[in-house]
C-alpha cells in the first residue's frame, strides 16, 4: 500500500466527518421542512421540545433528538440555561420563510430524489441507458421549483429581464412569451405578475408539473393570463412570440440544438430567445467549487440522465457553461449570442436570430 501523508489524512477525514454529517442533516431538514418545524419557531421565540410540542401536536421525545441534531448542525440555536432553542432572524430566512432569497429548506427535496432514485441511476451507469425527467421521485419535481424559485424571485423582474436588450419594455407594453421546460411554472407565474399586459404560454413534456403548474397559476391569481400546455421543446406551437424563456432546462434535454432551431422558427421578428442555465465557467477545473459540487452532482443524477434519455442525447450536462451553449446555440442559427447576467447560481443568456 501506499504510504499516507498523516497531515493530509487528518485534513481529509475532518472534510468527510463534516460532509457525513451534512448528508444525515439534509434528511432532518426535509423533515423539519414537511412537519412544518421550521415554520412553527420562525417567531425567534425560545421553546424547548415540550412547548414545540404542544405548538405542533407532535410527539415531544422524537422532537428533543430533532432539536438537539439542528443545534448540533447550526441550523438553530440553543439557550442551554433554559434547554430551549430557537431561530435566529437568519437560520429563519434560510429555514422557515418561502419567499427569502436564500430559502434553502425546499431544495433539500432534491437531494430526497437522489437518493431515492440512487438505484434506478446506478443501473443506467451500467447500461447507458437514460432516465427520463418523469422516471425520477416526485419530491424532484417539487424540490427543483423550491430550490430555483428565490433566485427567480430575486432576480428575474429585477435585474435579468432588464439585463435583455429592449425586452422590459415590450412585456411593458403587451407581449407574448412562451416559457419551455416550465415545470411548476414559478417563473411563468412571476413573469405573469410583474407584467399584466404580457401574455405567455408555458410549455413542458411531463403531464403532473404542468398540473401543478395550473393550480399555482390559480393560487397566484394569474391564471387568466397564461396558458399551460403539454408541448416538448421541439414542438411547441409558434405564435410569434417575443419571448421565449427556457429557464435551466436546455441541458437537461437531448436535442438542445433541434430545440433551438425550434424555437428560431417560432419567434417574432426581433424576438428573444433567454436561455437560464446553471452558472459554471467554461473548464473543468474552475468549477472545482462548492456551487460546481451541487450542480455536478445534480447532473449525475438528473440532468444527464434526462438528456440521455432523449432523441440525440447530447448529454450537455449541468456544467456546461457558456462556450458549450454558443455553439448550441449557433448551431441552431442564431447569429447573436451574449451572457446578459449572472448570479453564483444561473447564467443569463440572450440568443438573437
Ligand atoms: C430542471 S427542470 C426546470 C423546471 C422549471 N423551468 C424551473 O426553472 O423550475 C427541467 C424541466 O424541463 C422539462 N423538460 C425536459 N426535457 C424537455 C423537453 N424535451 N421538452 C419540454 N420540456 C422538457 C422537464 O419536464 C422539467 O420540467
Known sequence: MREPNPDKLNELAGKLVGDLGAAMAGASIVLGDRLGLYKAMADGEKVTSSELAKKTGLHERYLREWLSA???????????????FSLSPEQAMAFADESSPIFFAGAFDIV???YLDEPTVEEAFRTGKGVGWHDHSKCLFSGTERFFRPGYNANLVSSWIPALDGVE?????????????????????????????????GFDYHTPSLERAKEAAQEAGV???ITFTKASAKDFPAKDY??????DCLHDMGDPIGAGKHVRETLAK???????????????????????????????????????SQEVALGLGAQAGERRLRKVVTEAGFTRFRKASDTPF????????
Not at 439542528?70 to 430551549?84: C, F, L, R
Request: charged share 20%; proline share 5%.
Open 223 to 225: 391564471a387568466d393570463r
Open 346 to 353: 444561473n447564467m443569463i443568456l440572450e440568443a438573437r436570430p
Open 169 to 201: 419594455k415590450r412585456l411593458r407594453d403587451g407581449a407574448k412569451v412562451a416559457d419551455v421546460g416550465c415545470g411548476h411554472g414559478a417563473s411563468t407565474i412571476l413573469m405573469a405578475k410583474a407584467f399584466p399586459n404580457s401574455e405567455f404560454f
Open 112 to 114: 430526497q430524489s437522489t
Open 242 to 247: 417575443d419571448l421565449v424563456a427556457f429557464f
Open 270 to 308: 426581433d424576438g428573444v430567445w433567454m436561455i437560464v442555465e446553471p452558472f459554471a465557467h467554461d473548464e473543468l477545473k474552475d468549477n472545482l467549487n462548492p456551487v460546481g459540487r451541487i450542480y455536478y452532482n445534480a447532473s449525475t443524477f438528473i440532468c444527464t440522465p434526462a438528456s440521455l
Open 70 to 84: 439542528q443545534a448540533a448542525s447550526g441550523y438553530i440555536e440553543y439557550h442551554s440555561d433554559k434547554n430551549a
